[in-house]
């Protein structure tokens, strides 16, 4: 046989080789975030036919209790250089990748943060008593005590609300049409054994995540909730009555005229013009706001970079 011949045929034979490595389509980004901020992530990729083998980018390169399945729950074997992880398959149409990871969150002060990045939405499930605070963009569906992020690089931030030993949390109340600019098809999101009993049904939603991203959906579209000054007004008590039921708590003067300082500028302030009005160093204004905080008289969250402080009673 000819030199001719041979690349002839060797060009034959490569033309009717199936493609048989690397092709997949991703299917779907879950992110479950827990409160020593690790996060376990579960992607899930269809591979296309006549692949024998997929590379996927992890999300993070420093992972741990890595998992992969098809869709039948039967392991598959697979190999992790860096953040790629290639599997290896037969007669498999769905590939499910599952790990955990520290590398998502960070913490600043009682602030937590978590940073992704993906090419598709990502859906994120909170603790039970986790507040978001802060978000670079508008959720595309809520569910329960979750979110769905639209594709691009995102970062949530929340606070994790004290909870006293034996107590359980307020009940969920159920999504009408608060939230009717979003949908609500995300599946309900995988608990552990010891939070299935208290988790709410689905369609429902930790209150303080209602209002928080209510608040956000309403000023994208243009509709800006927010008190009047005056907190006879905007808290729906007189003066007389807000210090009354101050008497029923055992608070120091700083933090009696913190509180009426709030009730009179319509329930909230930032938290620098409540220290400077009580003249009273950072440290010493941040001890005073967690103490209010753990007894649920207030609730400290972040606007654009300022602590803020809003009355709860």
């Not at 569910?143 to 929340?158: A, D, E, K, R």
């Not at 999101?189 to 209602?210: A, I, K, L, R």
Request: overall charge positive.
């Amino acid at each position: 046989m000819t030199v001719k011949k041979l690349l002839t045929a060797l060009m034959l034979m490569l033309i009717s080789v199936p493609i048989v490595s690397g092709q997949y389509v991703l299917d779907s980004v879950n992110i479950t975030v827990y409160s020593d901020g690790y996060v376990k992530i579960m992607q899930v990729l269809r591979p296309e036919k006549y692949t024998v083998s997929v590379s996927l980018n992890l999300i993070s390169q420093n992972v741990e209790s890595v998992i992969v399945t098809d869709e039948n729950g039967i392991p598959l074997p697979y190999k992790i250089n860096g953040s790629l992880l290639t599997v290896y398959f037969e007669n498999v149409t769905l590939i499910k990748v599952s790990y955990y990871t520290p590398d998502l969150t960070s913490k600043k002060g009682a602030i937590w943060s978590v940073h992704f990045s993906s090419t598709i939405p990502v859906k994120i499930t909170f603790p039970d008593n986790a507040v978001i605070v802060d978000l670079t963009d508008i959720p595309l569906e809520i569910n329960g005590n979750s979110i769905l992020m639209p594709p691009g690089n995102q970062t949530v931030s929340y606070v994790l609300e004290y909870r006293p030993v034996g107590t359980e949390a307020p009940a969920a109340p159920t999504l009408g049409t608060t939230t009717k600019s979003f949908n609500s098809t995300v599946p309900s999101s995988p608990s552990s054994s010891s939070q299935s009993s208290s988790t709410s049904s689905e369609g429902s939603m930790n209150w303080t995540m209602v209002g928080i991203l209510t608040l956000l959906a309403l000023a994208a579209g243009g509709g800006f909730v927010y008190m009047r000054r005056g907190g006879e007004k905007a808290i729906g008590i007189s003066r007389e009555d807000f210090e009354r039921r101050l008497k029923e708590y055992e608070l120091t003067k700083d933090e009696e005229k913190a509180l009426l300082y709030l009730f009179d500028r319509g329930g909230k302030a930032k938290q620098a013009e409540v220290r400077e009005m009580l003249g009273i160093p950072k440290t010493t204004a941040w001890r005073m706001f967690q103490r209010l905080e753990k007894q649920g008289l207030v609730r400290v969250y972040k606007k654009k970079r300022e602590n803020w402080v809003e009355l709860r009673l």
